[in-house]
């Protein structure tokens, strides 16, 4: 039995992605990475049944896809680091002087989140 969990480390916004093989045989596992901009590697930890964490070599991600192999009885840890994707352009609008007044929209994107903003002044 393969039990995938996952979750997003807040301090680099890196994949965590823990793997546990319960089987007594190897199993290949494929995971596909969705709504996250990965690299081409992942580090991987393993803990195996002999109670040892070993780092092994990173794995390669194939477009947004992890293949691997995870060994018998072992718990594989896999961190994905994210990539920064470049930041959209900010974009100036609707300039407008009426009655000794100056006032734009600025429109663009604030970490996650669309912003727009009426500056008068």
Same mark, same amino acid.
């Given at each position: 039995?393969?039990?995938?969990? *996952?979750?997003?480390?807040?301090? @680099? ?5 823990? /793997?546990?093989?319960?089987?007594? *045989? ?16 992942? &580090?991987?930890?393993?803990?195996? &049944? ?11 991600? $194939?477009?947004?896809?992890?293949? @691997? ?6 718990? $594989?840890?896999?961190?994905?680091? /994210?990539? /920064? ?9 609707? /300039? &407008? ?25």
């Amino acid at each position: 039995m393969f039990l995938p969990f *996952a979750a997003l480390r807040q301090s @680099d916004g890196a994949l965590t992605l823990m /793997a546990i093989n319960k089987l007594t *045989a190897s199993t290949a596992i494929s995971v596909g990475l969705t709504n996250f901009s990965n690299g081409t590697t992942a &580090n991987v930890w393993q803990l195996t &049944n002999a109670s040892r964490i070993t780092h092994l070599p990173d794995a390669s991600l $194939t477009g947004a896809v992890l293949m @691997d192999t995870l060994l018998a009885q072992s718990v $594989t840890l896999f961190i994905i680091p /994210a990539v /920064a994707l470049p930041a959209p352009p900010i974009r100036l609008s609707g /300039a &407008n002087v009426a009655s000794g007044q100056l006032s734009f929209q600025l429109t663009g994107n604030i970490g996650d989140a669309p912003a727009s903003k009426v500056v008068r002044t």
